[in-house]
């Protein structure tokens, strides 16, 4: 019901940046969170960001200071801006949205992936 669409990966150096965008579409009226998942190879896929439509958001410690999560609700859009970026940090990167209370946040519509690989 609800599409996402993610793009802005791709190969840079380590210390560099990139901006990764994801358009909603569809049912979008059913959803107050979005976030950014990743999946390193051989790691299981783990949350890097969220943000509700109000502007509250919440970051994996090993990003925080480096990745700022925003939302132009406008657009139904969210970004990830991705600073000083690590090889550690190369993992397929996946769009989602769901719906989120208090602490309790579910994921349940996903985007199909962008690739980020961080070079040493």
């Known amino acids: 019901q609800v599409q996402l669409v993610e793009s802005g990966g791709g190969l840079v150096q380590a210390g560099g940046s990139l901006r990764l965008s994801c358009a909603a579409s569809?049912?979008?009226?059913?959803?107050?969170?979005m976030g950014w998942h990743r999946q390193a190879p051989g790691k299981q896929r783990e949350l890097v960001a969220g943000?509700?439509?109000?502007?509250?958001?919440k970051y994996v410690e090993s990003v925080k200071g480096r990745f700022t999560i925003s939302r132009d609700n406008a657009k139904n859009t969210v970004y990830l801006q991705m600073n000083s970026l690590k090889p550690e940090d190369t993992a397929v990167y996946y769009c989602?949205?769901?719906?989120?209370?208090?602490?309790?946040?579910?994921?349940?519509?996903w985007g199909q992936g962008t690739q980020v690989t961080v070079s040493s």
């Open positions: 989602a949205a769901g719906r989120g209370y208090g602490s309790t946040w579910t994921y349940n519509s």
């Open positions: 569809g049912s979008i009226f059913s959803i107050n969170v």
């Open positions: 943000i509700t439509s109000g502007g509250s958001s």
